[in-house]
C-alpha cells in the first residue's frame, strides 16, 4: 500500500467558454486498497462537471484514476478526494462526484458529492 | 423469536464534515419473523444520509442488520425502528430509510420514512 | 357477474403517527369482469400512501382485492371507487391509487388518482 | 394513400368529474403512410390525459387510430392532430400526445405535444 | 482526415408554429476522427428541441450527420458544433443537444448542451 | 368453487397439414382456485404444438382458459388437465404444456408436460 | 381488404455459393388484416436461411412485405405463405420462417416453420 | 448456530404417474449460518424434478427450507444435502437441485447437482 | 469510396497450442459504405475461434477493421471476406465471424459463416 | 509490474465424492497488468468445474485472484494459466475457465478454456 499523493490531472481550454453545458465521464475501472485490511476496493467513478474555462485532459483522468491502484482509501474519503483533485485542477462551474463501489459485506456503498450551483442547461 | 434490542450502531469521524455530501448503503440481506405468524421475512434495506459529524460505521451497520434476524417485527415498523436507531447513532443532517419487503399474500411492501431536510447535493 | 359491495378494509394504528412516512403496495393479481361483454380484465394495483393515525390490515387489504373477482368494473371507476375506500377505512394523510391494465384491443391503459396533499418525505 | 378525414372519437361521461385523476393510454399498433415516398410508418401513441366531463370511449379510440392507416401523415403534424381531435371530442382539463416512430434512415424520431395545464395529481 | 465545413441542414415549415411542443431525433450511427490520433470515434447523437417556424428536414439531418464521417472532432467541441448549427438553421424556441460516445481508454463520455429557455410542455 | 367441467375446445382445419410446423400460444390470463384455501391463483399458460390436420381456435381458446375461473385446481393437475384437452381435441403431432405460477408461500412453481415427439422444425 | 397475389420477391447471386452460412432477417413492421373481422393485425416476421445460389434482395423483401398491408390473412396461414414465397424465389439449402403476432383477445401467438435440412454453421 | 437435523419434506399422490412431466419450484429466501464465521449466508434454491408416484407438497417445502435458518452449512455440502433429502422423500424419476448463492469476499458461488436421468419432455 | 484492399492482419504465436480452446472478440464500431446507394453501415463484428499455432494480433485486428471505413460492401459478402482473411493470417482449427448490421428500410439482417470444425471445449 | 509466481491455491476435501456435481464461481474484480504497455486491464473470471476429490477454499481464492493484481498478463495467456494452477491443485474431473476481458481500442475480449471431459448432471 502507497502513500504517494495521486498523479496530476491536466488541463485543456474549454472550447465554448460562454456556454454552460456539461460534460459526464464515467469510469467503471476505479481500483484502490482498503486501508484496514488491506484488500483491494472495486468501483465504477462518475464525474459530471459543467466546465468553465477549462476541460479535463481525457488521457491524465485515466493516469489520475490509476494512481489510486496502490493507495490506501475509505469510500468517503476517496470520493471526496477526487472532487477536490478535480475542482483544484480545472474549476469547473459545478461537478458532481459519484463512486459507486462494489458490495463489501453484503453492503453496497454508493458515495455522491458535489461542489458549486448547478446550472440549467 | 427474540425480544432482545438489536445491536448498537458504530460510528466514525467524518472526514469532510465542511461539506454536504451523500452516502448510499443497500443491503439486500435484510431479514427478521413476523410477529404473528414466526414466519421469516426478507428486505432490502437501502438507507440514504448526509453525513454531519460522523459516518455510521460499515462493519457495525452489517453486525446491526444481522441482528434483527430472530426479532419479530412489522414492516412499517422496523423501517421506521432502523431510521430511528440511525439518527441517533450519527446523527445525520438528513436521512432516508427503505424497506423493500418480498411479496406476501400476493402483496409486495415498500416503506420509506426520512429524518431531517435533504441537503442540495 | 355480481353487485356485491366489494369487502371491508380494516385498519391497525400507525405505530409512529408522528411522523411522515410512505407505504407502497403493490398488486399484481387484480382481477374483475368487463360490465359491457362479460370478460375478465386483469390489473396490476398500486397503492401509495402515507398514513395518518391507521394502517390498513396487509390481509384484509389481500381480501378486499379478492371480492372484486366477480364484479362488473370499468378502468378509470373501479381505480376511483378502491381509492374511495382506501380513503374512507384508514383516513391516510395523501394517498394515490395506479390501475395498470392488460392490453385490450391493442390499447393499454393506466389510471391514476389520488387524495390528500403528499408531504415531503 | 387516402385522404378521407379520420374516424370521429366517441365519448362517455366521467364517472368522478369532481377528482383530477390521469388516464394513460398507450397504442402500440399506429401506422400510417408517408406523404413522400408513399411508404408506412409505424409508431406508438401514448395518450395522458386528465379528463373534466367525459372520457374518450375506448373502442372508438381503436377505430380512430386504425383510420391512419391509409392516411399520408408527417411525424410531426399527424401526432398534433391526434392532439387537437382528442381535445375537441372530450375536452380534456390536460392532455399530452407522444407519437414514438421507429427508426428511418437510421434516425430514430419522437414527437411530444400537450393542451391545458397538467393538474398536481 | 478533412477539414470540409459540414453539410448544411434544411428546414420546412413548422405545421403547428402556435403551439409549444416538442421533438426528439436520435442517431446512433454518428462517427468522426480523433483530431490528435487519427483514429474513429462514434456516438449516439440525441436531438431535442422545440421547433419556432421551422423544422429540421429529415434527409437532410442525416446527411448532415454523415458529413462528419472525416472530419476531426473533439467531443465537446463537437456536440457544440451540432447545437449551433441546428440554432443557425432552424431557430428553435429551445434546443438541447446530446453526444454519447463510445468508450476510449476505458472511459465514457457524454456531453449535453442547450439554448434557449425550455418551455413547459 | 365450481365443479363444472371445462368448456370444450374448437377446431379449424391446418392450412399447411403437409409440413411439420409449431404455433406457440401464450395466455398470461390464467386464473383459478386453490382447491385447499380456496384463494385465487394465477399463472402465465403457454401451449407450444405442432399441428396434424387440426388448429385449435383461437377465440375457443381463450373462452376455455376463461373457464377456469371459478374451478378448484392443483398446479401439477391442471397444467396436465390442460394438455389432455387440448390432445383431445386437436390431436397435434407434438404437444407441450407450460404453467408459470405466481409465488405462494415465498415459493414460484413451473409445470412443464408434453405429449408426443416433436418433430425437427 | 385485397385479394391481390404479394409481390414478387427478387433475387441476387449469392457471392460465396460454395460455403454453408447463415442470414437473419428481421422486420419488425409486418401488417396484415383478419379476414374474419376485418381488424388490423401486426407480427414481427423474422427469416433466417443458409443460402445456395441466390440471395434474396433487400429492398424486394421490403416491397414483398409491405404487400401484405391490405391482404386478409391468418397467422398459422400467413407465416407458411411467405416461406413457400421465399423457397420459390431463392431455393435455399434452408430456410426458417418466424411470424411473431401482436396479442388479441390476451393471447399471443408466434408461428414458426422451415424447410430444408439446416446446415451445420 | 444449531445441529438440530432439518424438517422432514412431506408427500403427496402424484395426479399423473403414467406420464414424465416436470416441475421447477424456485425458493429466492433461503438462509442458513456460514460453520466457519457464523455469519449468515443467503441464497435462491431452484429444484427442477420429474415426479414417480409423489409430489412433494408445498408446505412442507416452505418449511424444511425455513428449518435451515440457523443451521451451519457450507455451500457445495448443503446443495446436496437439499437433493438428499428431496430423493429420500419423493423418489422422483429425475431431480436437479441448483443453489445461487450471495457474493463473499467478492466472489459469487452456485452448486448445481441432480440424481437419476432426466426424462426426454 | 475505396477499392483498397484492407489491410493486413497479424499474427502472434498461440501461447498454448497443445490445448483447444475459444477467444472471442467483438468489435461495435465496424463501418463501411454501401456500395449501390454510397450510404455508411454499420455493424457490430464478432469473431470467435479456435487458435492453432497463432492468435491474431490486438492492434492490427483493430486497424483491419478500420480499413473498411471507406470500402464499398454488400452484407453477406464482406461478413464472409472477414472470414477468409482471418483463415488466411491466422489458420485456426475453428472460426466464426458475425456481422450484424443496423437496420436499413426496416430490417435488420444479420450474416453469422464459419470455416472448420469446432473442437468440443 | 512483478515477475512472482502467483499465490497457490489450497484445497479442502469434497464432502460429495461420490456424485458428479457442478460448482461455478464468478470473481468479477480480477485486474492484472498489460505487459507491453504497463496499463492495467480488468476482467470477470468464471471457473465452473465438477469436483473429484477435492474443493478449493474459497478464502485462497480469493488470493490466489488478488496475486494478480501486479502481474503482466495476456488475455489469452492468463485464462489458461488459471486453468493450469487449478488442475493442478484441485484435479477436477472437469473444469472451464472464461477471462472476459473490458474492452480496449474498442474491441472486447472472451477467453474460454477448459480440461477434462464434462460430466452429465
Redesign the interface.
Known amino acids: 500500500m502507497s502513500t504517494r499523493p495521486a498523479r496530476t490531472l491536466e488541463i485543456v481550454p474549454?472550447?465554448?467558454p460562454d456556454?454552460d453545458?456539461?460534460?459526464?465521464?464515467?469510469?467503471?475501472?476505479f481500483?484502490c486498497v482498503c486501508p484496514v485490511t488491506g484488500?483491494?476496493d472495486?468501483a465504477t467513478i462518475r464525474i459530471r462537471y459543467a466546465?468553465d474555462q477549462h476541460?479535463v485532459e481525457?488521457?491524465s483522468?485515466?493516469l489520475y484514476i490509476?494512481s489510486y491502484?496502490d493507495q490506501g482509501a475509505?469510500?468517503?474519503?476517496v470520493?471526496?478526494r477526487i472532487l477536490n483533485d478535480f475542482v483544484e485542477a480545472a474549476r469547473p462551474r459545478w461537478i458532481?462526484v459519484t463512486g459507486d463501489f462494489?458490495?463489501?459485506?453484503?453492503?453496497?456503498?454508493?458515495?455522491?458529492?458535489?461542489?458549486g450551483k448547478r446550472p440549467e442547461?
Chains 1, 2, 3, 4, 5, 6, 7, 8, 9, 10 share one sequence.
Open positions: 474549454n472550447p465554448h456556454r453545458y456539461e460534460v459526464t465521464m464515467t469510469v467503471p475501472e481500483t484488500q483491494p472495486f466546465p476541460l481525457l488521457k483522468l485515466k490509476w491502484r475509505f469510500h468517503e474519503d470520493t471526496n458532481e462494489n458490495v463489501r459485506g453484503g453492503i453496497k456503498t454508493e458515495v455522491r458529492a458535489s461542489h442547461i
